[in-house]
């Protein structure tokens, strides 16, 4: 599995989401389940899954999809 279908896995267990709905477009604006609670699911698992310890701003920041992308970009974890 690569880090990719990994990481579009976390949104499909925190918002049983496919893989074609993942986009610029996905975000705690344009889905109405994105919650606290579902954010910290899913900084959860990026930890989990990627074996990270994310810093309080990037768990702030991780509002999107592609937010999510970038914070793991920047902690060296290529998709």
Known sequence: MTN???YNDIFAQVFSAKAEDLGDNYSKETVPAWDSVHQL???SLMEETFDL???P???MACTSYNAGKEILAKNGIEL
């Open 4 to 6: 990719l279908e990994k």
């Open 41 to 43: 699911n899913i900084i």
């Open 53 to 55: 310890m994310l810093d």
């Open 57 to 59: 701003e990037d768990i």
